[in-house]
């Protein structure tokens, strides 16, 4: 593999960093968990580990017996799409659950109040249930 310029060293090492500033600021803004983003901060620094170690890429290839440098990028990028996804995938599934207990909490209760409020008052305010649950 040729050597790389260090125009498009210099290029990849200033957009990892600048991603990995992107990252961080939307972990203080509050709109990415710290949870979701450490995935994101892992893949920044092996693209900054690259970016300096120009020869890291080969090597590593060599010793894995990849004969195409490239391609382990996008191994290693295919194999952590799927780990997140799988994370995603169990994530959606609790909060499935929770949604549902939640709701069934919701509508317990709500069945609660309005047979409260017609033992409390049995059609005296000729005010529907529902009126009474959003006040």
């Known amino acids: 593999m ?3 310029p260090i125009t498009i060293q ?3 090492l200033l957009s990892a960093l600048l991603f ?3 990252i961080f600021r939307l972990i203080v803004k ?3 968990r710290e949870e979701y983003s450490i995935l994101w ?3 920044t620094v092996i693209l900054i580990i690259f970016s300096i170690w120009r020869k890291g890429l080969e090597q590593i290839s060599l010793a894995l017996g990849v004969f195409y440098p490239p391609s382990l990028i996008f191994l290693g990028a295919i194999f952590a799409i ?3 996804l799988v994370h995603l995938s169990v994530v959606v599934s609790r909060q499935q659950n929770q949604i549902k207990v939640l709701t069934q909490e919701v509508a317990l209760l ?3 109040l309005k047979n409260r409020h017609v033992i409390n008052e049995p059609e005296a305010s ?3 249930p529902s009126a009474a649950l959003t006040n």
Request: aromatic share 8%.
């Open 30 to 32: 509050g709109k990415l």
């Open 126 to 128: 000729g005010a529907s």
């Open 110 to 112: 709500r069945n609660e």
């Open 41 to 43: 901060i892992v893949c």
């Open 10 to 12: 210099i290029i990849s």
């Open 2 to 4: 040729a050597s790389v």
């Open 20 to 22: 990995l500033l992107f």
């Open 82 to 84: 799927i780990i997140f």
